[in-house]
């Protein structure tokens, strides 16, 4: 009966042990899970405060919205390089496209020259005396550009314009300060519309005597436009500015036409800081027709297709009233 109860006992505590295991297994069952969950459970941040964390159904929330970016403004012009040219916006440019121009039948064109000593490359019979050594220029009118200036009245003329040729020579006494002087001479001329200041571009000769255009086998000087917008090298430099989008387009209308006789005929127009008398008329030209290393012939060759070329671009009206009736 003792051994009975003996072996009573220790079954009971068998299974109270067993009991006692079971419990601490489920334990420590519950902690590893938890551990495993712990992502759910109150974060601390760096400064062992309870932080809040953010579960899924908080992805609902409207996100907090962003800055709205001011964008930089692209400037109209680039800076200018150490001979004063600028480029354009782009944007700009496409907004001025090139075009044609009616005008009234009485418009009156003024050829004049800032630098009317300009000269050419010397050849032949073609020669004269400089200014000075290796320069380029003379005071001899029938070999300077003044000479290309009147072959270009005459062309015109043959289109119908009404052309004036002033030839006065504004150099001196400084060369550095000649635009204000033939700014006086465009204002000399009230009843002039349009304005064309020719000029003789300067090139390296020694690498430039062949830069021509073959045109019905003749040796044709290449030209371009300058277009002055008037910002200045300083704010404030020009009291009055000119309209440089109007004779700017108006360069390109003539740049485009002469292109379409030769691809070559017109290099790139170069806007620049200075004004060059722009301010004057919302139709000026400043031309440079062919350079030094170029001959006079070259350059003379040449006058012809800019006058085509501008006849396609000014229109002349010509429609007369029709006769009252009596």
């Known amino acids: 009966m003792v051994i009975f109860k003996v072996a009573c006992y220790n079954l009971g505590m068998k299974r109270v042990c067993l009991l006692i ?3 601490l297994l489920l334990v420590g069952c519950g902690q590893g899970e938890s551990s ?11 400064n062992g405060k309870s932080a809040t964390v953010s579960f899924a159904s908080d992805a609902t929330a409207s996100p907090s919205p962003l800055p709205t970016a001011v964008p930089t403004p692209t400037p109209i012009f680039s800076e200018p390089n150490e001979k004063g040219d600028i480029e354009i916006n782009a944007d ?11 005008v009234p039948a009485d418009t009156v064109i003024l050829i004049y020259h800032t630098h009317a000593a300009e000269a050419y490359r010397q050849e032949g019979k073609y020669t004269y005396k400089e200014t000075e050594p290796d320069s380029y220029r003379t005071l001899d009118e029938s070999k300077s550009v003044i000479a290309v ?46 304005f064309i200041d020719l000029h003789r571009n300067a090139a390296n000769v020694m690498f430039k005597s062949d830069d021509v255009v073959i045109l019905n086998e003749k040796r044709c000087a290449k030209m371009f436009f ?3 917008t008037g910002i ?49 008329s919302d139709m000026c030209i400043l031309l440079e027709l062919g350079h030094n290393a170029n001959t006079m012939d070259d350059v003379l060759n040449s006058v012809p297709y800019f006058a085509s070329a501008f006849s396609k671009v000014i229109l002349l009206d010509k429609v007369e009233s029709e006769p009252s009736v009596s």
């Open 149 to 194: 200036g009147e072959a270009l009245k005459i062309e015109l003329e043959g289109y119908g314009y009404t052309v004036i040729h002033d030839t006065t020579n504004v150099e001196a006494p400084e060369l550095t300060s000649a635009y204000s002087r033939s700014c006086e001479v465009m204002l000399s001329h009230p009843e002039a519309d349009i």
């Open 232 to 280: 200045g090298t300083y704010e404030g430099e020009y009291a009055k500015t000119p309209n440089w989008k109007s004779n700017y387009r108006l360069a390109l209308s003539l740049t485009e036409e002469l292109r379409a006789i030769s691809p070559e005929l017109a290099t790139d127009i170069r806007t620049k800081v200075g004004r060059y008398n722009q301010h004057v």
């Open 36 to 46: 495993k969950d712990s992502s759910l459970s109150p974060k601390s941040d760096e």
């Open 92 to 102: 700009l440019l496409s907004t001025l496209p090139a075009t044609t121009y009616t």
């Open 21 to 23: 295991a079971v419990l």
């Open 226 to 228: 300058v277009v002055g």
